[in-house]
T-cell receptor, first 116, second 113 residues
């Protein structure tokens, strides 16, 4: 089975722009979670999508949003970029307990976003 | 509030030394606990996980961890480290019924050859 894939792997943007990151989960996984990793704040949970609905949300401003499509692929959008948004954005997919899984999350390689 | 904390920020060991990395959690409810490793330039890999049952869990590459409920701890251990274990290690936890995973700050392990 192919793992979690994220595109693009690297991205450079300027302040004020917006960005969209993409995540394709492992085949059959319907839950997708997003995390932000920075040297100062570590790994922080952004949100989780399941069956096209946001199920959990971390403590991030409204500039961070996401969505999930019917094929479970997910996108994350950040509007009005700030310098502090520079980070590695990780996506993880899982198969919930009710669907024969155990909620274990599998991580993708991440998208490294640099905001200039 | 749900949280996971790691005590050691940077650990330096010589090869063949024993390793123990501390992790404490604060959760109300049934908790799932994990240790992940991130090698330089690579993505997070799962070392081991605890969901229920035997509190001593064995993972890949000779790592193990013990879930001690009374101490709210889930420390990672390895009897003899190798140079190739140099990496960053993250403890993480979540409630069993959702995917809001909280990570510790990470521990950077440097193993000297």
């Amino acid at each position: 089975k192919a793992g979690v894939t994220q595109t693009p792997r690297y991205l450079i943007k300027t302040r004020g722009q917006q960005v969209t990151l993409s995540c394709s989960p492992i085949s059959g996984h319907r839950s997708v979670s997003w995390y932000q990793q920075t040297p100062g704040q570590g790994l922080q949970f952004l949100f989780e999508y399941f069956s096209e609905t946001q199920r959990n949300k971390g403590n991030f401003p409204g500039r961070f949003s996401g969505r999930q499509f019917s094929n479970s692929r997910s996108e994350m959008n950040v509007s009005t970029l700030e310098l502090g948004d520079s980070a590695l954005y990780l996506c993880a997919s899982s198969l919930p307990i009710g669907q024969g899984g155990n909620n274990e999350q599998f991580f993708g390689p991440g998208t490294r976003l640099t905001v200039l | 509030a749900q949280s996971v904390s790691q005590h050691n920020h940077h650990v330096i060991l010589s090869e063949a030394a024993s390793l123990e990395l501390g992790c404490n959690y604060s959760y109300g409810g049934t908790v799932n606990l994990f240790w992940y490793v991130q090698y330089p330039g690579q993505h997070l890999q799962l070392l081991l996980k605890y969901f229920s049952g035997d509190p001593l869990v064995k993972g890949i590459k000779g790592f193990e961890a013990e879930f001690i409920k009374s101490k709210f701890s889930f420390n990672l251990r390895k009897p003899s480290v190798q140079w190739s274990d140099t990496a960053e290690y993250f403890c993480a936890g979540k409630l069993s019924n959702n995917n809001d995973m909280r990570f510790g700050a990470g521990t950077r392990l440097t193993v000297k050859p």
